[in-house]
């Protein structure tokens, strides 16, 4: 890592780091019971789906697309391995693998519909919503499906340790995310294709692989995602994730991951992650109503996107 790299990065993640600390220290003082380990712990515990998702979305936004059908695909593949697992007896990782497929399938199509006709994938990605949110009810004809014990262990907090498989494959998920992005050929072509796609295309070098790729590893990430709801539940819920897209999108924002492509973080994301569940723990504790709740997440992100507007405006891409 160069000296330059190395300085933007203890900027960029120090500030996060900062500000996340900040609101650990309000929050403490604003309720007793916030910092203690079992609150934290419970934080732990509750942002795998979210991760799971801003990862995926970090490569879709350097690539200068959009996934607003993530929470659709997450219940999409959670009906899947639901089904096969409760009515077809299938054993979990073959449901699992089943499942992954859905989602890897359907960010395929987002991609693809996307680059070879040249839609937004804004639009694209909304008629997904639909789409993958009415096939769910029909596969479980809008009932939740009882799963138990078979997914549970993937969600329940192991031992000494207190967090759940779920968080330690969330978090190793974004090493690898990070590591994909920052030092592997794959990465930075997505990055570049982001920041300027007819100069790749000027180089001798196809962006539209490197677009629908992106948008399939979100699919991929879908499917995960749904496998930690469905066994933080022990349940399938053919109406749930509804409107996460905007928590994702949102923690990729906070994280200093571009909506104008070509520049983000998977970590800078899961950092987003985390004040996205700090926040709204944290109001929940002083007793901040549902509707407050969101008035003052929405301002974040408004805030948050306003800053990355004046940020591609007056400074230069890193």
């Not at 006709?117 to 009810?137: D, Q």
């Not at 709204?280 to 709740?293: N, R, Y």
Request: glycine fraction near 12%.
């Amino acid at each position: 890592m160069t000296a330059p790299h190395l300085s933007r990065s203890l900027i960029q993640y120090g500030g996060l780091s900062a500000a996340l600390l900040a609101m650990v220290a309000a929050f403490s003082l604003g309720s007793e019971n916030f910092f203690q380990t079992s609150t934290l712990i419970s934080i732990a515990n509750q942002i795998p789906e979210l991760t799971f998702l801003a990862v995926g979305m970090t490569f879709v936004l350097i690539v200068r697309g959009i996934d607003l059908s993530v929470g659709s695909l997450l219940a999409l593949s959670a009906a899947t391995l639901g089904v096969l697992m409760a009515r077809h007896g299938w054993p979990l990782p073959a449901a699992l693998a089943a499942a992954a497929a859905v989602g890897a399938l359907c960010g395929v199509a987002n991609g693809a519909l996307s680059v070879g006709f040249g839609i937004p994938s804004f639009i694209v990605t909304l008629g997904m919503l639909e789409v993958a949110r009415g096939v769910t009810k029909k596969l479980t004809d809008s009932q939740s499906v009882y799963l138990g014990g078979p997914v549970e262990a993937f969600g329940e907090p192991l031992g000494a340790l207190r967090v759940s498989p779920a968080f330690l494959t969330a978090a190793l998920t974004v090493a690898i995310g990070q590591f994909v992005l920052t030092r592997t050929v794959f990465g930075r072509y997505c990055t570049a294709v982001g920041t300027n796609e007819e100069a790749v295309r000027m180089s001798g070098v196809r962006p539209a692989p490197y677009f629908v790729a992106a948008f399939a590893l979100s699919g991929v990430m879908c499917s995960l995602a749904g496998f930690a709801q469905t066994s933080r539940l022990s349940t399938v819920d053919p109406n749930g994730a509804v409107g996460i897209e905007l928590s994702a999108i949102a923690a990729c924002v906070i994280g200093g991951t571009s909506l104008m492509g070509g520049r983000g973080s998977v970590v800078g994301s899961f950092l987003g992650v985390l004040v996205i569940q700090v926040m709204q723990t944290g109001l929940a504790q002083m007793g901040v109503s549902d509707a407050d709740k969101q008035i003052v997440t929405g301002l974040v992100i408004v805030a948050a996107v306003l800053f990355d507007a004046l940020r591609v405006r007056l400074g230069p891409r890193s």
